[in-house]
């Protein structure tokens, strides 16, 4: 297994593929244009979100968009420092 914290990759598979555009979180990751049509995401962005692939084909099928709503573990997720309590009584 790999470690949580080594983010995740994505792909997309399928037959007469012509083109996957991968955004997270409305930005622009990948823009493939033969496969392997894969996407990795570095546990750096990967908190939470939404991983979004717009796949285009070779024939006459209709453009499809695929999302992937997805949330990281517990050991990829950051922790900032515990503050002084502000409890005053």
Known sequence: LTPCNDGFTATVRGREIKRVVFTLDGKRLANLFKSPFRAHV?????????LKARVTFKDATRPRTL???YRACAAAVVHPLPAPSTFTG
């Open 42 to 50: 570095p546990a750096a962005f990967a908190g939470s979100g939404h």
């Open 67 to 69: 999302t992937l709503r």
